[in-house]
């Protein structure tokens, strides 16, 4: 289960699909790195950093209307369930649910940076936390 927060993670995080560009920017292109820690359960307390190149077309997957974002996250969700998205300002958060696994997100963007958390439940139980931050470090090379 936490194999598959993770990856729901860095794919929303890192705006692997493409959607529409919309007035509101919430990430610029280049290279990012995010830091994800894990609260609760089996691995409470690891952390995993990554680095991603995003372009133009990946970030803006994240500055999309809600039903512009649910659309992209709907192209890459595997069968899971896409519900109550929102994307007001720099917010964005939407509910996934994954079989017997419901994850309630929250990001918020500043165009250089990103911070967010992904609440994790099994069967009605909490399960555990993930929290994240990202930052823009430079052009991709």
């Known amino acids: 289960m936490e194999r598959a927060a993770i990856r729901l993670a860095v794919a929303f995080c890192l705006a692997a699909a493409p959607g529409a560009v919309h007035a509101q920017q919430r990430m610029q292109p280049g290279l990012w790195e995010i830091e994800m820690t894990m609260q609760g ?3 409470d307390g690891q952390r995993f950093a990554s680095k991603k190149c ?7 997957a994240t ?3 809600a ?4 659309a992209a996250m709907e192209q890459t969700s ?4 896409i519900g109550d998205v929102t994307a007001q300002g720099d917010r964005v958060s939407f509910r996934q649910t994954c079989g017997p696994v419901e994850q309630a997100a929250e ?8 911070d967010g958390r992904i609440s994790m439940s099994m069967a009605g139980k909490p399960s555990g ?4 931050q990202g930052r823009l470090v430079g052009p991709c090379s």
């Open 63 to 65: 500055a999309g209307s």
């Open 107 to 114: 990001f918020f963007y500043r165009g250089t940076t990103m």
């Open 41 to 43: 359960g089996a691995v």
């Open 67 to 70: 039903a512009e974002i649910r």
């Open 54 to 60: 995003l372009s133009a077309g990946e970030v803006a």
């Open 129 to 132: 936390t993930i929290v994240q």
């Open 78 to 81: 595997d069968g899971c369930t």
